[in-house]
């Protein structure tokens, strides 16, 4: 019955009351929402995940306008929709409806408003998605490229080496060549064209699978030095606080090479070369860092329960010691937990918490334990690609700009831009 009369009341309200009322109810539910966006805990969960680019918080500020924009117009016109259901039901005691050809004021305004709001986010659109697609990083010799082919269902990475050149990959051999790409006899001959046709594909199946799998070219100047590998699935890694470019491409479907915590995302397309640019403003010794806390196990019992693959990494040294547990610290390797009632390890310094050893630690006695979150960002593919992609994810890991160029550019420092 106190619904009913709050509703009756609220449906005394004027249309302009109504939308005063539904901006003011927003603009509050949206104050937790971006204040908790940063941390991405709390309502932050429910929100956008922390932006770690440069170019995200553009991207961030375009969704949460439009996002507030469509809802406020969906309320508004579910609440006038409901206004006239009521006001306008039937009732024997009414006349009938009176036909009218409408308020061309409201027409047009009605028209107009939508047309000016989708203008204006028509060119702020442009701004944000040209820096991110067609950055004027892309001719700056500092800038790091790495190539991203994708695969069913992994992601492969080629780093151009100290020349910071990519070579030409995906170029697989075909029945009629006349020698294999990397110029050695396969299958007793010196190329597929001196084969029969069934045993030509056969041999470049083979050649594909166990040889070169992203159809490397290995006559190519440009890719002598590139950091390749046979096998997919490897870390990506990129530098932080440097323009990165990204080449992309596929060797058999569409796939959606996505970041979500960088607002990087474009589909690889077979047969194509997309490309994106982006900054990290983190590494990921700076995110273990940020991360490092004293958790509780009942805390971590309650995690486990809601994510089974979350993955912290454990922290053990005198500053942090844990009650409850004895602290070994043997001669070589790290130092471990044990049970004080017997030689029971439970967890080793910089060992993974999973369900099994955080119900050990409980079963010990101990309350709280200093972890940290790994120190990297989830790569997945937002293309439906067959039977197995969700399931392929990848990991990408920011280094330190130095540590990057000695790792993958031979600690060489850039002369000229490179060329693509």
């Known amino acids: 019955m106190i619904a009913l009369h709050v509703f009756g009341a609220v449906v005394r309200f004027k249309p302009f009351h109504l939308a005063a009322a539904a901006f003011a109810v927003l603009a509050l539910l949206s104050a937790p929402a971006a204040w908790a966006a940063d941390i991405g805990e709390g309502w932050g969960r429910w929100w956008l995940p922390p932006n770690r680019s440069e170019h995200g918080g553009g991207m961030d500020s375009l969704f949460t306008?439009?996002?507030?924009?469509?809802?406020?117009?969906?309320?508004?016109?579910?609440?006038?929709?409901?206004?006239?259901?009521?006001?306008?039901?039937?009732?024997?005691?009414?006349?009938?409806?009176?036909?009218?050809?409408?308020?061309?004021?409201?027409?047009?305004?009605?028209?107009?408003?939508?047309?000016?709001?989708?203008?204006?986010?028509?060119m702020a659109s442009k701004k944000v998605w040209d820096n991110y697609r067609y950055s004027p990083s892309a001719d700056d010799p500092n800038r790091a490229q790495i190539l991203v082919i994708g695969q069913q269902f992994k992601w492969n990475v080629v780093y151009p080496g100290p020349d910071r050149k990519i070579g030409r990959y995906l170029a697989y051999p075909s029945p009629t060549d006349t020698k294999w790409p990397d110029g050695k006899n396969h299958a007793g001959a010196a190329g597929p064209a001196f084969l029969p046709y069934e045993r030509a594909m056969g041999a470049i199946r083979t050649y594909i699978a166990t040889e070169n799998p992203i159809g490397k070219d290995v006559a190519d100047p440009d890719g002598a030095d590139d950091d390749w590998s046979k096998t997919a699935g490897r870390?990506?890694?990129?530098?932080?606080?440097?323009?990165?470019?990204?080449?992309?491409?596929?060797?058999?479907?569409?796939?959606?090479?996505?970041?979500?915590?960088?607002?990087?995302?474009?589909?690889?397309?077979p047969g194509m070369r997309g490309?994106?640019?982006?900054?990290?403003?983190?590494t990921s010794k700076e995110r273990e860092a940020a991360s490092l806390r004293e958790y509780t196990i009942e805390e971590l019992s309650q995690t486990f329960a809601r994510q089974p693959r979350a993955e912290y990494t454990v922290v053990i040294n005198e500053n942090r010691q844990t009650e409850g547990a004895e602290l070994y610290k043997p001669r070589r390797g790290p130092a471990f937990w044990r049970y004080a009632a017997n030689d029971q390890t439970i967890i080793r310094d910089g060992g993974l918490l999973s369900p099994d050893n955080v119900a050990k630690l409980k079963d010990a006695g101990i309350e709280t334990i200093w972890a940290f979150e790994p120190g990297y960002w989830e790569i997945v593919c937002e293309e439906l690609c067959g039977q197995g992609h969700s399931t392929m994810k990848g990991k990408m890991v920011v280094l330190d700009p130095e540590e990057y160029r000695q790792r993958f550019e031979g600690g060489t420092t850039p002369a000229i831009a490179a060329s693509d």
């Open 65 to 122: 306008w439009i996002f507030w924009i469509t809802m406020v117009t969906f309320i508004l016109v579910e609440l006038v929709l409901i206004i006239f259901i009521i006001k306008y039901r039937y009732r024997p005691e009414r006349k009938k409806a009176v036909f009218t050809h409408g308020n061309t004021r409201l027409e047009m305004a009605w028209t107009i408003a939508p047309a000016i709001i989708l203008a204006v986010l028509a």
């Open 235 to 269: 870390e990506i890694y990129v530098p932080a606080h440097r323009p990165v470019q990204v080449h992309l491409t596929s060797m058999d479907v569409i796939h959606s090479f996505f970041l979500p915590n960088f607002r990087v995302k474009l589909d690889t397309v």
């Open 275 to 282: 490309h994106v640019f982006f900054t990290a403003t983190m």
